[in-house]
Every structure is written in C-alpha cells, then in structure tokens.
C-alpha cells in the first residue's frame, strides 16, 4: 500500500484533487481511499489532503503520517521545510516551483524529485492560479503509478465543456514537462527509521483560571498572509479615480490609504486574490508578477 499527502491552500483545488486521484487509481484496477483535512479557515491558507492506493481493500481511515510521496500543488509550501515532516526517506516529491535546487536545499533524502512551473502553466491553460489538474500530470509522470488516460476520465466526473478542456490542456502539460531527477539510493545517507513517540503534559503548579480577554496580547499570533501571495496588485494613479471602492470590497481589509492620497496594498497581508482588479470601476488596478515587479 502506498501513502501520499497532497498540500494546497484554499482555493487551489487541493482536495479536488485527491478525490480525481483516487478516482484514476480505481479506474486503474486499484483500491484507494482519500479524504481532506482543513478547518474553518480562509481561502489561501494551508489545506492538506491524504490518499492511500493498492492492490488490496485500504481498511485505514486515519491521517497520513509516513507519506511515501508528497504532491506540493502551491509553490510557497513547497519550498517550506515544515511541509514534509513525516516524508519517508528515499521517497518522492512532486513540487510546484521554478527552482527545483530550492527543494534540494532542504535534504529531504528523496529518491524522485519532480518540479514544475505549475503556475504559469494554470494561468497560460485555464487563465487561473489553479494548479491541481497541471501537478496531477506531473504526478503521473513521476510516479508511473497512473495512466493520463485514467485521470482524464476522472477530470471528466468534475468538469464539462470548455473547462474539461482547458484542465485536459494542464493535465497533459504537467505530464510532459515536468522535470525529474533521479538519486541513486546510495546517495540516500539517513537510513528510514521509525518510533514511537511519546507526551508528557506538565500541567502548572498553581492553575488559574482568568477572564477570556486576559493578557490576549500575549496569545494572538500574527499571520502575515502576504506570503501567500504570488502576485500583487499594482496601481494605475493615471486611472485611479480615488473611490476608495478597492478599500470597500478588499477581503482582508489591507487597502491603506497612503501619504500620497491613493490607496495601496499592505504587502505583509494582501493575499493577491484580485478583487480589487475585478471591483475597481476604472480598471486602474492590475495583478503583476512578484518576479516581474
């Protein structure tokens, strides 16, 4: 039996994706099983979901701990290192980034890295940042473990008409150029092991138990969602009529107006979702490249 985890975030397809793998696999003559895991949060932040495939009935109906293969479908969790604790050493990874040597950066001891610009592809096909048909291609190709013509008829369970093709579209160009490189075993220093683990919980000597609102500043964390931003909104002050309506109708509410008088993003926080480019009533707003700016 194999065990591989998908990560995501909101709004990428990650879930959809395991399901449409889990589907190829049967189409295939395997068993498999899949289920999501993501909680009440916003689109954009961190979804995972888990697959198991084999020749036998999977009778498993937990997390995936141990992943013999790890699909990235969003580019800033794949070069984080956080996002592969519990990989198997001498397993394989399919990431989307431009930079395969930032995945060899972190030694993960893996057998297969295969990596992939899924971005571009998803913008150039589909005309969205949606990069789960685009990464299951790739997966094909890397694993060898499903058939293309199996995950199209899976595609076809989930979309129709001119959106099956364009998904189709991304499907094959994830499976034709993604680029994978072989290590030889010997290369693979750590050996596997695995443990058991165990917890201690400490409770306080003297338990207190306090107001809701009580030293709240010392437990609220700060998320910077502007990390998972692959592109940015940038300002026409040409065409900006000063409407303020992308401060109105932006999600997270990081439209300030600045000392200049305009509206700007604050970059720590804006997600680079777009709404205020489709909101903005004199199209003075446009999404650029992080590269490109």
């Known amino acids: 039996m194999g065990e591989l985890r998908i990560h995501g975030r909101g709004g990428q397809g990650t879930v959809i ?157 994830g499976f034709n150029e993604v680029k994978i490189t072989h290590f030889e075993k010997e290369e693979i220093i750590k050996e596997e092991t695995t443990s058991q683990v165990s917890t201690t919980i400490n409770y306080p000597n003297n338990t207190t138990f306090e107001s809701a609102w009580s030293d709240v500043d010392e437990k609220l964390v700060t998320v910077h969602s502007g990390e998972w931003r692959y592109r940015r909104p940038e300002l026409d002050k040409h065409a900006c009529r000063l409407c303020g309506w992308c401060s109105i109708y932006c999600p997270v509410g990081c439209m300030k107006l600045g000392e200049d008088g305009y509206y700007h993003p604050d970059l720590d926080f804006c997600k680079g979702c777009g709404v205020c480019v489709n909101e903005c009533p004199a199209h003075a707003i446009k999404m650029k490249a992080e590269e490109v700016i």
């Open 17 to 173: 994706a395991a399901e449409m793998l889990a589907n190829a696999f049967v189409f295939g003559g395997k068993y498999s099983s899949v289920f999501p895991s993501f909680g009440v949060e916003r689109r954009g932040s961190e979804v995972m979901a888990f697959a198991r495939f084999g020749d036998e009935p999977i009778r498993e109906r937990t997390r995936v701990y141990r992943p013999d293969i790890i699909l990235m479908i969003d580019q800033s969790l794949a070069e984080n290192k956080n996002s592969y604790k519990g990989f198997k050493y001498g397993g394989t990874i399919i990431a989307n980034t431009k930079n395969e040597q930032n995945i060899m950066n972190l030694n993960l001891k893996q057998q297969i890295l295969a990596t992939i610009d899924g971005v571009s592809i998803a913008l150039e096909e589909i005309g969205l940042a949606i990069t789960n048909t685009c990464m299951l291609g790739a997966f094909a190709k890397a694993t060898q473990l499903v058939q293309l013509d199996d995950l199209k008829k899976a595609l076809s369970m989930y979309f129709s008409g001119n959106v099956l093709t364009k998904n189709i579209r991304s499907l094959e160009r």
